[in-house]
């Protein structure tokens, strides 16, 4: 590879805590993402030339500061850990709106760690890129957790409770189930979010959510999808979150009429997100929709099968 050619990698986007398991479960999803371009320079350090939006223009929002940059930490991080000579220079495409609940900021992560890996004389196995990716990530969210980044880097649904890091569990899916994202019009900022949630729960509701996590993870295991609607619940985090997401019942209630089997935020919102049967994915895209727009917020939805691939080089 020439000193001056960039690489690309495209990373998706997804729904963080899959309303079931808070910190510890993620999905990716199809159809939107970021994008970054890397390349070797003789120069060390990381560097970001530019920052370009969903209409290929400079981000007005987002800075090329390294130091301020989830892409840029994920690579500074990687290439000192691997001993690489050099630097790196990165174009970071954003494809995801900010603050969506959509894993932005976990995508620039991973996309960079994945552009910058490729450029390694011995890359590492993807899956080991996902330290790297946590770092970059944890400047947005306020917290060292890895359901956006571990579905975005490796596809799929994924078990990743803190425990158990830096090893992910890709659980298995139900054939016939697919994901509907709904993004309205809002943002909600993440840290913020976080810092907002109660510091302790009663055992009852510690009880009750661990029973509902246990049981979807059963039904995925098992292709019980009426298991994994009856088990698809969060008694703890969405009831603290709803607030900031004023169509949020409108468009879950209008998902569950349309037959989606549950319907939760994705992360901190204020995307939602719902599953249900493929066949019943074009209704529960167009219910929550209209719900959305009848409460006043423009939105964008995407239908997604559950086993989306993870994050991949595009080009070299």
Request: charged letters at 15%.
């Amino acid at each position: 590879m020439k000193q001056n050619e960039f690489v690309t990698a495209f990373a998706p986007a997804s729904i963080g805590n899959v309303g079931v398991g808070f910190d510890m479960l993620g999905l990716a999803v199809q159809g939107v993402g970021d994008r970054v371009s890397a390349r070797r320079t003789e120069t060390a350090g990381i560097t970001i030339k530019n920052v370009r939006g969903l209409d290929g223009e400079i981000h007005p929002d987002l800075s090329t500061d390294p130091s301020q940059n989830t892409a840029s930490l994920a690579v500074e991080a990687l290439w000192q850990d691997t001993g690489a000579s050099g630097g790196v220079e990165l174009i970071v495409h954003k494809g995801i709106p900010l603050e969506s609940g959509m894993g932005s900021s976990a995508a620039s992560a991973v996309a960079a760690a994945v552009a910058a890996n490729a450029l390694l004389d011995a890359p590492l196995e993807q899956e080991a890129l996902l330290p790297y990716t946590m770092i970059g990530e944890k400047i947005a969210s306020g917290g060292l957790h890895a359901d956006n980044v571990a579905p975005s880097l490796i596809g799929g649904l994924v078990l990743c409770p803190s425990v158990v890091l830096p090893s992910l569990i890709r659980l298995p899916v139900p054939g016939g189930l697919c994901s509907v994202l709904l993004h309205p019009e809002l943002t909600v900022n993440t840290a913020e979010s976080r810092n907002g949630l109660a510091s302790s729960y009663s055992m009852e509701q510690w009880l009750e959510q661990q029973g509902y996590l246990a049981g979807f993870i059963a039904g995925c295991a098992s292709n019980d999808i009426d298991l994994i609607g009856q088990c698809l619940r969060d008694v703890i985090i969405e009831p603290q979150r709803v607030a900031s997401v004023p169509c949020f019942a409108a468009i879950k209630s209008a998902a569950m009429e349309a037959h989606a089997i549950g319907c939760s935020l994705s992360g901190s919102g204020p995307s939602l997100f719902a599953f249900c049967l493929e066949a019943d994915a074009d209704s529960v895209s167009s219910a929550m929709e209209q719900a959305s727009r009848g409460a006043g917020y423009e939105c964008q939805s995407w239908i997604s099968p559950l086993d989306v691939a993870g994050a991949f080089v595009e080009e070299a």
